[in-house]
């Protein structure tokens, strides 16, 4: 078992800060349980996700990422993103919140807004991921509701501030089986750009996370989601809370699927450190990849697109 803390989000308040912050002030990482998520949901969308990735590749590329545009949704084969400049041994698709076409954003080209592309041949696919983005966005509020408590805001300090508007991503990925003797990654180490993600895993394994001891596996624990903070969180606090590597590789022998939605402040919002305590606390290890996150000024979306055109470069002209 991985030695990851697990956080019931029905504890009370305090108790769930409390826990928030040890973790975050550790490996950045812990298990979630009390979240309300009906597990016949995720089933759902496992089985939904999997009819889908066992479709012919002609037929997944009708949802081809370059068909989505600026929304920057859709689906990519294996290979098709990149970490750290290096092909992914996984496929995906993309998602965020669903927008009308005549919404402001949409009509102003605001880029990652629009709408969700979903496959035809499994119609019941895009339900499902519409119902998983106002579930998990629910969940995500809560959580920040404790982050900001264990950094001694008020519990409202997110939800009335950076994340009223949340940008809010969805991504299900497919890792194929590792060959043998293959020594490449189905997805490298690397952080997360955002605030907080929230994984939804299957049965097979395969996340690792690099905590002060060293890597460690963090395997599904039935009824949980892997719960982790992000490079923004990191620059907010002024590094007191540190956003964690972590990198995939399925040695399952089986077909891994995995559910990451990445809850971030709003798109168009200013993100300066957070007040009071949460700006001390800097402990003085360097970043896995070297970069100083409290060097970026402007808004998030300014930031999030710096970091998303490097994963398809050959998309970037499409919404940068």
Same mark, same amino acid.
């Given at each position: 078992?991985?030695s990851?803390p ?6 009370p308040?305090?108790t769930?800060a ?21 597990d016949?949901l995720?089933?759902?969308l496992?089985?939904?996700?999997r ?7 002609a ?8 068909r ?9 084969p ?32 605001l880029?990652l807004?629009?709408?969700?592309l979903? %496959?035809? /041949?499994v119609?019941?696919? @895009?339900?499902l991921?519409? $119902?998983?983005?106002?579930? &998990? *966005?629910?969940? !995500? +509020? ?5 982050v ?6 008020d ?9 009223a ?10 890792y194929?089986?590792? %060959?043998? /003797?293959?020594?490449?990654? @189905?997805?490298?180490?690397? $952080?997360?750009?955002?605030? &907080? *993600?929230?994984? !939804? +895993?299957d049965?097979n394994?395969?996340l ?5 001891r060293?890597?460690i596996?963090?395997p ?14 990191d620059?907010?606090t002024g590094?007191?809370y540190?956003s964690?590597p972590h990198?995939v590789?399925? $040695?399952?022998g089986?077909d891994?699927?995995?559910?990451p939605f990445f809850f971030?402040?709003?798109?168009t919002?200013a993100?300066?450190p957070?007040?009071?305590?949460a700006r ?8 896995w990849?070297?970069?100083d996150l409290?060097?970026?000024?402007g808004?998030y979306g ?7 055109g490097?994963?398809f ?5 499409a919404v940068?």
């Open positions: 078992m991985s990851l697990i956080i019931d989000l029905a504890q308040r305090t769930v409390h826990g928030i912050r040890a973790a975050c002030r550790d490996s950045g990482f812990f298990y979630l349980t009390g979240h309300g998520v009906p016949e995720l089933k759902q496992d089985a939904a996700a009819e889908f990735f066992a479709l012919p590749e037929d997944k590329l009708e949802l081809a990422m370059a989505g545009g600026r929304a920057w949704r859709g689906f990519f294996v290979g098709g993103e990149l970490t750290s400049g290096r092909p992914d041994l996984k496929e995906g698709l993309y998602f965020g919140t669903e927008l009308p076409d005549d919404d402001p954003r949409v009509r102003a080209g880029p807004h629009g709408r969700n979903f %496959p035809a /041949g119609p019941e696919l @895009g339900p991921v519409l $119902t998983c983005l106002d579930t &998990l *966005t629910a969940v !995500a +509020q809560e959580v920040m509701r404790g900001a408590v264990s950094l001694d805001l519990e409202e300090y997110f939800a009335a501030g950076y994340t508007d949340p940008t809010v991503l969805f991504r299900i990925f497919h194929p089986p590792a %060959p043998d /003797g293959d020594d490449g990654w @189905g997805v490298g180490e690397h $952080t997360d750009y955002g605030l &907080l *993600t929230l994984l !939804a +895993q049965d394994g395969g690792q996370v690099k905590t002060p060293g890597w596996e963090a599904p624990v039935p009824g949980t989601f892997v719960c982790n903070i992000g490079d923004m969180l620059r907010l590094g007191w540190r964690t990198r590789r399925n $040695t399952s089986r891994r699927l995995s559910f971030d402040p709003a798109f919002a993100v300066p957070l007040p009071g305590r001390t606390g800097d402990d003085g290890r360097d970043r990849d070297g970069q409290r060097a970026f000024t808004t300014e930031y999030l697109l710096g970091k998303v490097k994963v470069p050959e998309l970037g002209g940068l």
